[in-house]
């Protein structure tokens, strides 16, 4: 069966550093990648989808980047930290672009300090 | 663009009652899913259900598509069944389009 791994499940870090994400699934070739982010009480925003290593989509430009440097891997990074990057952010998958269900890892909980 | 309305946005309910929850939305969508988000954070998929009737233990879901609506039928609620509901519409550039949510407490 699949599975989807993210890590780490939270993380504070100073204004200003650097952010990496990491997330793997397993048990699936070739699945569609998703970087979602969450403030807290609101719902999901998306921010990258990727349908194959290395094709990026952005839906919001802003401080963060996203990489998929292997098939199943999908790397959300900042260069440098802001405050409002603070959120809940939540990698997922799905087998095919469309008409496919979503499945979403644990999360991780992010805050700048 | 589509338009996702979740009703209610809230919901109190004691443990062992039952409960409807409605996703409208706009225009024709590809499908639709229900996704429930524990206290911790953790996000589940529980229906698929571009149309139809589909059933899951105590939840079931129903999709009228041509009317553009869904609903999520809990029953017998526990206090694990806490948390918010999310409702999400496929578009025509496959992006999912999400609703609000509901909160749902169950007190024991």
């Known amino acids: 069966s699949q599975t989807i791994h993210q890590w780490p499940a939270t993380l504070v870090q100073p204004v200003g550093s650097p952010l990496s994400l990491e997330c793997t699934v397993e048990?699936?070739?070739?699945?569609?990648l998703y970087w979602y982010r969450q403030a807290a009480g609101r719902g999901l925003q998306l921010l990258f989808y990727?349908?194959?290593?290395?094709?990026i989509s952005s839906e919001v430009p802003q401080n963060l980047s996203a990489s998929r440097p292997q098939d199943r891997q999908f790397i959300l990074s900042s260069k440098k930290l802001l405050l409002s990057d603070s959120s809940f952010y939540l990698c997922?998958?799905?087998?095919?672009?469309?008409?496919?269900?979503?499945?979403f890892g644990n999360g991780t909980r992010l805050t700048v300090t | 663009g589509i338009q996702v309305e979740q009703s209610p946005p809230d919901l109190i309910l004691q443990e062992g009652a039952n409960s409807t929850l409605r996703c409208n939305f706009s225009?024709?969508?590809?499908?639709l899913q229900w996704f429930h988000q524990n206290p911790w954070g953790q996000l589940i998929n529980l229906f698929y259900?571009?149309?139809?009737?589909k059933q899951n233990g105590r939840l079931s879901a129903t999709t009228v598509a041509t009317e553009r609506y869904s609903l999520l039928y809990i029953s017998s609620s526990q206090t694990t069944d806490s948390g918010v509901y999310f409702c999400a519409v496929e578009g025509s550039n496959y992006q999912l389009i999400w609703g609000a949510g509901t909160k749902l407490i169950i007190k024991p």
């Open positions: 048990g699936t070739s070739n699945p569609n």
């Open positions: 225009d024709s969508v590809n499908n």
């Open positions: 259900i571009p149309s139809g009737t």
């Open positions: 990727s349908v194959g290593i290395g094709q």
């Open positions: 997922a998958w799905s087998v095919r672009q469309g008409d496919s269900p979503l499945h």
